[in-house]
């Protein structure tokens, strides 16, 4: 008896292709021999598909025609485990269209990644892989993870955040601020964001103002903070959770424009999707990252102590910002679901794919046990006696 | 017109008094586990409640006279309904500690009865002698008790093909689990305590499913593994319960544990056993199903366990320092806050736990899983917590908010001397809540006297409860110096309970609830 881990990919986010592919690398790289691999895409209007050729990158290229020819389905708690059954329901037919033990999220950005997946995957009751609900909605907001890992003491850059009400009615106030407070260049980014969507680098007023009307396009919120010098980005992974967790070699993306953009980020291969060689594994970066060692063990302490300060589980992939002249170090943003898993880092540091995601599932269990340990509902049922007179406000 | 209203209340009476009946009888037919010679012991021993009580009497004598009653028009019939409504009234269910479940072996049981009733009342309405006839459905309904016993009768090899495919279906789920360790768990008391403690412990490293509470069956053990096992699943502890000789190696056979502890050996189901020996065969039979790579856990403080030879490899485990034990536990103190210890493994490795556990053989208990989690790769450090977790099995020595210990699912002496020990440390008034021992075959009474005697210096004050239990326990609590005037005699638990509310008030009042009758007595 094998148990099966349903992979979900997909979801409202911008990265949804991205997480297509990430999702689809770890259908491929799961052990068949220890676990049967279960796709379940996400739709961009959030409806569940799933199906054996969902398995495949090809049913992607027109994403239309690969919801109608898939089953359409709705995931249910079934006893310790979860069930997916068909929507809408056939008559007289047995709807249990699969079952499994295990949920493996691996979705991008916004609707998904930010805790939204975690918190159907918790209702459902089944072990999951990766951070939790709150880890993750921590992850996705970059003010609030800015304030937790200040908290812990850990290197962030200050930062400035106001909706985009608040920016059109005190837009030079606003403005002001921002000079007084960071001078230029500064970086805009939309507050919760996984990607480098929406980001941009302001020298001057007009540029800031430009670059504020851009981030409000894919949030409503907005994070302004100082630009690094002589800026080297190095990321660097953690797997684990809270008790117990490794870091990573460190990488170093090399960009080409002063932001690593979008395109950059993940379609500078797109030829090759489906393979192992797409995504995120094919940046043009430096692997390892060329760096001191002093700074890369610097790197490596301070992405485990960020894991664990925002309670992650699983694999996450930290950024780092660098000022190769000063030295300076920050933490610039955790991906609790890393593209591709960063997978890539892992073989780098002498674990592989396969058993990469064998980890994930057992720290998923060992999550799953001891949230179990712990209890949650009592076997009394408080209205049984209870009078209900005055419920409505009046007696 | 009359004549068929009447005629036709009359049969709905007797069908109604037949079910309610009936659903007494199925009940204790579930309770025995469906075997009919448990259950006509159970109706053999419990003959006066079954005819006064139950009113069998009642349908007899009217079973009898409705011969003699000459003509049957629609007064007699209609007398007749009204005894059969008040009969079936008087039989409604009552409050089970342990409910009649419908499952679905009862429908089939059900459904043969429904047949014979149905038989009996055709026969009744279609024979031509409606006089004698009448007799007949009183005669059948008195026979309740017997016609259940039929009906399992001629279920039994249907039950017997069913019960063999689900046991093979389970087979095949456990041969399809690899890397699944079995461990099983045996013993004439804290089975279940330690089948709790224990999955706690491995859940510090280990993904674990147990048998649920009184799933001490093959039958229990086939329902676990099928309803409830995952592929997630490491480790499988199986609680082995044996009711005769044969019944543990019957679980062994289809699970085939690695692993195997037996937790303590007393006089429980002596009846059924006859001698310790027995006993003792019985719950060996876990031992010889360990497998050379695998291992028997044995509890060292207990002398029929000790004693015995097993070829098997061997790990003991103790409360006694000084007992050469591979791990044993001391420097226990107890206080209302629970237990600490000191526990000391092979190789030097040493742990002080702390519980909210009373009573030492909990300790023991919690002794014997820390031996086999730590054999199992889990260091002793990291079983402090689980440990500090562990709750009390529900009505097992468990210390309640409001001063009550709760150990009402006790049912054997050693565990009615370790509860009063526990009692004993407690400061203020001590109060002893029982009914005495049950089901402990010619020793019963002799057993419960001592207990009485073991009683006297360890509680102030001594409610009993049961008039036909109570004798023993009272003649054991005044030889042994209890003041009469102490001593209470309440006819149920509800009773008993208002005489400890109107003791007099003696500082802060610690009551121990020990045993509680199951339904059957």
């Not at chain 1, 540091?349 to 269990?365: M, Q, Y």
């Not at chain 2, 002596?270 to 031992?287: D, M, P, Q, R, S």
């Not at chain 2, 207990?451 to 003649?475: F, I, M, T």
Request: hydrophobic letters at 40%; aromatic letters at 8%.
């Amino acid at each position: 008896m094998k148990a099966t881990v349903a992979v979900f990919f997909g979801g409202k986010s911008v990265e949804h292709e991205i997480s297509i592919i990430s999702g689809i690398q770890a259908l491929s790289a799961l052990d068949k021999s220890r676990y049967n691999a279960l796709p379940v895409y996400i739709s961009k209007d959030n409806h569940f598909y799933t199906g054996s050729r969902m398995g495949d990158i090809k049913t992607y290229k027109n994403l239309d025609e690969a919801v109608r020819k898939a089953t359409r389905v709705v995931p249910v708690p079934f006893g310790g485990r979860a069930a997916l059954m068909r929507y809408p329901a056939k008559r007289f037919k047995n709807n249990i269209v699969a079952v499994f033990d295990v949920a493996m999220p691996v979705v991008h950005g916004t609707n998904a990644e930010d805790g939204t997946l975690m918190g159907l995957l918790e209702m459902l009751g089944v072990p999951y892989t990766g951070c939790d609900v709150l880890s993750s909605a921590l992850g996705m907001d970059k003010f609030a993870m800015k304030a937790v890992l200040r908290r812990h003491g850990l290197p962030v850059l200050d930062a400035l955040a106001f909706t985009a009400r608040q920016f059109a009615a005190d837009e030079d106030g606003i403005t002001a601020e921002i000079e007084d407070k960071f001078g230029y260049p500064v970086v805009i980014k939309p507050v919760n964001l996984g990607s480098s969507v929406g980001i941009s680098l302001a020298q001057n007023r007009g540029e800031l103002k430009n670059g504020i009307d851009l981030a409000l396009e894919y949030s409503g919120r907005v994070l302004i903070e100082r630009a690094v010098q002589n800026l080297r980005e190095i990321n660097c992974a953690v797997l684990g959770d809270i008790d117990e967790a490794i870091p990573s070699v460190c990488e170093e993306p090399i960009t080409t424009n002063e932001i690593l953009d979008y395109s950059d980020k993940y379609l500078s291969n797109a030829g090759e999707a489906g393979g192992k060689k797409s995504g995120m594994s094919s940046l043009k970066r430096k692997l390892p990252a060329d760096i001191p060692k002093e700074l890369e063990e610097k790197v490596r302490e301070l992405a485990v102590k960020t894991f664990k300060a925002l309670g992650c589980s699983g694999v996450a992939r930290i950024d780092f910002l660098n000022d190769s002249k000063t030295g300076e170090l920050y933490v610039n943003e955790i991906n609790t679901i890393p593209g591709s898993l960063s997978f890539y880092l892992w073989e780098a540091t002498g674990i592989n794919f396969p058993d990469l995601l064998d980890r994930l599932i057992e720290l998923a269990l060992k999550r799953h046990r001891e949230r179990k340990a712990v209890t949650f509902t009592y076997d009394v049922n408080i209205l049984a006696d209870a009078s209900f007179s005055g419920l409505k406000g009046k007696s | 017109m009359l004549e068929a209203i009447s005629t036709a209340i009359l049969f709905a009476a007797f069908a109604a008094d037949c079910f309610l009946l009936s659903l007494h009888f199925v009940h204790m037919l579930q309770l025995n586990s469906y075997q009919n010679d448990r259950y006509r012991r159970w109706m053999k021993e419990n003959r006066g409640q079954i005819i006064y009580r139950m009113g069998w009497l009642l349908l007899a004598t009217v079973a009898v006279a409705s011969f003699f009653i000459q003509p049957t028009d629609w007064k007699v019939r209609t007398a007749c309904a009204i005894i059969f409504f008040i009969h079936a009234y008087l039989n409604l269910p009552k409050k089970a500690k342990k409910p009649l479940v419908f499952t679905a072996r009862v429908k089939r049981l059900y459904a043969t009865y429904f047949i014979l009733t149905a038989a009996a009342g055709a026969a009744v309405y279609f024979s031509g002698m409606f006089r004698i006839s009448l007799g007949g459905l009183f005669l059948w309904a008195s026979l309740t008790g017997i016609a259940v016993l039929a009906a399992n009768t001629i279920n039994r090899p249907i039950e017997n093909k069913i019960a063999g495919w689900y046991i093979e279906d389970a087979r095949k789920i456990l041969n399809s689990m690899d890397n699944l360790t079995v461990i099983g768990i045996t013993g004439s008391y804290g089975k279940t305590s330690t089948k709790n403690f224990l999955a706690s412990l491995l859940a510090a490293r280990y993904n674990v499913l147990m048998t649920p509470e009184s799933y001490n069956t093959t039958m229990g053990v086939v329902r676990t593994v099928r309803e409830k096992l995952l592929p997630v699943h490491d480790v499988l502890i199986v609680e082995m319960g044996a009711r005769r000789p044969g019944d543990i190696a019957e679980i062994c056979e289809l699970v085939r544990p690695k692993y195997g502890i037996i937790t303590a050996i007393g006089e429980q189901h002596l009846e059924t056993f006859k001698t310790v020996e027995n006993i003792i065969g019985a719950k060996f039979e876990l031992a010889d199903y360990i497998p050379d790579d695998g291992l028997i856990f044995l509890n060292g403080d207990d002398e029929y366990i000790k004693n015995k030879k097993t070829g098997k490899p061997v790990v003991t485990y103790s409360v006694r320092a000084g007992s050469g034990c591979d791990y044993t536990a001391f420097d226990i103190s107890v206080s209302r806050e629970g237990s600490r210890f000191t526990v000391a493994a092979p190789g030097g490795e040493r742990c002080v736990f702390t519980t909210k556990l009373l009573g030492a053989h909990n300790i023991q208990n919690i002794t014997g899983c820390i031996a086999v989690a730590h054999r199992l790769g889990i260091p002793l450090s990291e079983l402090v917590l689980p440990i500090r977790r562990l709750k009390p099995v529900e009505h097992r020595l468990q210390l309640l908010p409001n001063g009550y210990i709760d150990d009402s699912y006790n049912s054997n002496p050693a565990g009615f001397r370790a509860a009063l020990d526990v009692l004993s440390q407690f400061d203020g008034q001590r109060v002893l809540v029982t009914p005495g021992m049950v089901e402990l075959g010619e020793r019963q009474y002799r057993l419960n006297r001592e207990l009485g005697a073991y009683a006297a210096s360890r509680c102030d004050y001594a409610v009993l409860v049961g008039e036909k239990q109570a004798p023993p326990l009272r003649e054991g609590l005044l030889e042994a110096g209890f003041q009469e005037e102490r001593l209470f005699i309440a006819p149920d638990l509800h009773k008993a309970i208002e005489i400890v509310n109107s003791l007099p008030n003696e500082g802060q009042r610690t009551v121990l609830l020990e045993n509680d009758l199951p339904d059957n007595y």
